[in-house]
């Protein structure tokens, strides 16, 4: 239903417009220097951009019959089916309009995380040293997380490593995915897709990556 190679390609033409931007305006900082927040802007702008129906931030399906919308927790970016301006509410299944929106079912849950060899820490460029445990705790706690939540059916993680060069990034993401795999994660081989970036801080490359995610057990 869901075209992850689209999708992978569209998240890395939002970085790439992105970049551009900030070389036309010779800014001092590239993407890579952008926080985690501001990078789900400019991923969402990206899949908005090649016609994606983008919804941010929705509480997964397990936790969207809680009472207090504030609980619960979010999902980083989730796409709808082409004409839905929302998921269905089953906290208005009872009212006139309980009947509107897409089934959680139908959409595609992306979570975004970022991993970067080289950061800015303090202002101060450096090797990122938070750049394993991006990569081995973070990540794969949002695979966790999605393959976790069994009204989920279509699921990615959208993973991206900022590094020195082409080749890094390509190693790193295959060492994670053999870790992923090694610890049963139910993952899939990626569609990836290399953005050249300008070196500011000891990154010249942003591979993003858009990892199938499957049910685990439940």
Known sequence: MWDLRAICDACAEGIRREEDRRTREQSPYGVDALDELTLHTVLR??????????????????YRSRARRSEGDR?????????????????????????????????????????RQFALTDGVAG??????????ASAIADVRKLAQDQSIEFAALVLLLFAESVEIATHDLGAWMNRCLDKQLPVNAPFTSAVNINDRIGNTTCMVACVPVGRGDD
């Open 127 to 136: 090797p990122g040293s938070q750049y394993a445990s991006q990569l081995l």
């Open 45 to 62: 702008d990206g899949l908005t951009a090649e016609g994606f129906n983008v919804l941010a931030e929705q509480r997964y399906p397990h």
């Open 75 to 115: 999902c980083d970016i989730v796409l709808a089916p082409p004409g839905a301006a929302h998921l269905l509410d089953p906290l208005e299944a009872e009212t006139l309009f309980g009947h509107r929106g897409a089934n959680p079912a139908d959409a595609l849950w992306l979570e975004v995380k970022i991993a």
